[in-house]
């Protein structure tokens, strides 16, 4: 059972750990998404997350590919017994974010997924964290995850999480003949949504690379009320029908 072997964190706790290492819980630091309340917008989400990481006896290696302001990262490195690696493309926000990593133990490394191989050896993590970056990568999808493969050792866990190709809003969209997908600056790689994905579709494309599915789940994690936000930080009208991330716990036979 492999829920047994899970930890439960509350986000509460996860407020905690934020509010300690990022004061103010400050938006600008994410040029993702510039919006107010950035951080304290996540916390169910990172909540999700890191309840799906085994809880384990000896020291993990754990990896998370597009760190940002190294914000789960941190998150795990206080739940968990770990050291901590992380890749992010250069960008305009990565002088600050680097300062972040060496104050945080973060190990770093400057990597394109589209043109390089991940730079670490084979079988070398326990644990890899893939959230909301597949839907940023326009095509190839697959070699990225076999490189993903590659690094990650026997029974290693890969957690994915990615927007809901077919959510509510989504499909009115389409019957609009409208675009699913965000485009918010071309001048900033993959900081648009280029390809949207179904349950079905990223299930059948973890298991051509032979990953083993262990939980496949709709999170609802936009859609609980949010005691956290401020009031100017509320979402939008609609934004409960689409914001719903897929949660994939995968482990490697």
């Not at 085994?54 to 020291?59: C, E, F, L, Y």
């Not at 076999?146 to 509510?168: A, E, F, M, Q, S």
Request: aromatic letters at 12%.
């Amino acid at each position: 059972n492999v829920r047994g072997f899970m930890k439960k964190i509350n986000a509460d706790a996860v407020y905690k750990v934020l509010s300690k290492n990022y004061e103010d819980l400050d938006p600008k630091l994410d040029h993702y998404q510039g919006d107010e309340g950035y951080l304290r917008y996540q916390i169910y989400r990172f909540t999700d997350i890191l309840n799906l990481i085994p809880k384990s006896k000896k020291r993990m290696r754990v990896l998370e590919i597009g760190l940002l302001g190294g914000y789960l990262t941190v998150l795990v490195k206080e739940f968990y017994n770990c050291d901590s690696f992380g890749t992010e493309i250069h960008r305009p926000e990565l002088a600050t974010w680097r300062k972040i990593y060496k104050e945080k133990g973060i190990k770093y490394s400057n990597y394109d997924l589209t043109k390089q191989t991940l730079p670490y050896s084979d079988n070398f993590f326990d644990v890899i964290l893939f959230c909301e970056v597949i839907e940023h990568i326009p095509s190839n999808h697959q070699p990225v995850l076999n490189d993903i493969y590659r690094v990650l050792r026997p029974n290693g866990v890969l957690i994915v999480t990615t927007p809901n190709r077919d959510h509510l809003l989504n499909r009115i969209r389409i019957l609009l003949g409208l675009d699913t997908t965000k485009k918010k600056d071309a001048d900033v790689p993959f900081l648009e949504h280029s390809k949207l994905f179904s349950m079905v579709e990223l299930k059948k494309l973890l298991k051509k690379t032979k990953f083993k599915l262990v939980e496949c789940k709709i999170s609802n994690c936009w859609s609980r009320p949010n005691k956290f936000l401020k009031k100017q930080e509320y979402p939008k009208p609609f934004h409960y029908l689409y914001q719903m991330p897929l949660i994939y716990a995968e482990f490697r036979d």
